[in-house]
């Protein structure tokens, strides 16, 4: 029986472009999937310090019965709490219309794209809350 000389190699040739291609499909999902986690884990930062922030009132304006008015300094302090047990940083500030903003960011370092120099990743997301009378919808 006779040999054919000229497809040697194919198959290791196959499987290391496969290999290859199946690495780079890995290295996709795992660090694709890591960087919408931490989006994801950013985000849910930023709504919760906006929405624990907006609790803090001025207790005054709220006695008179008026619409609800932060109170700007408390309310910045407990959204940065937040924040900080998230284990994240930000930003605070409340705005001309008596909305908090609150602004989280995080850091996502790559597992499998790893290589000498390999950038990390900064994500920032941000929310808005007010706070408003009512339960289920504003009331004036």
């Known amino acids: ?43 849910w930062c930023a709504q919760q310090a906006a929405r ?6 001025d207790l005054a304006q709220a006695a008179l019965g008026d619409a609800p008015v932060l109170d700007g300094p408390a309310a910045v302090a407990t959204a940065l709490q937040v924040v900080a047990a998230a284990g994240m940083e930000g930003t605070a500030v409340v705005n ?32 808005t809350a007010r706070p408003i009378r009512g339960v289920s919808a504003a009331e004036p």
């Open 96 to 127: 001309a219309d008596g909305s908090l903003t609150v602004t989280c960011t995080t850091e996502y370092r790559p597992v499998v794209a790893v290589w000498d120099g390999a950038p990390s990743w900064h994500i920032t997301q941000e929310a």
């Open 52 to 57: 624990a922030g907006v609790t803090r009132l």
């Open 1 to 43: 029986m006779t040999r054919r000389t000229d497809d040697r190699g194919g198959t290791e040739l196959f499987v290391l472009v496969t290999l290859f291609a199946m690495l780079i499909a890995l290295g996709l999902v795992v660090d694709g999937g890591g960087l919408m986690r931490a989006q994801d884990e950013a985000a």
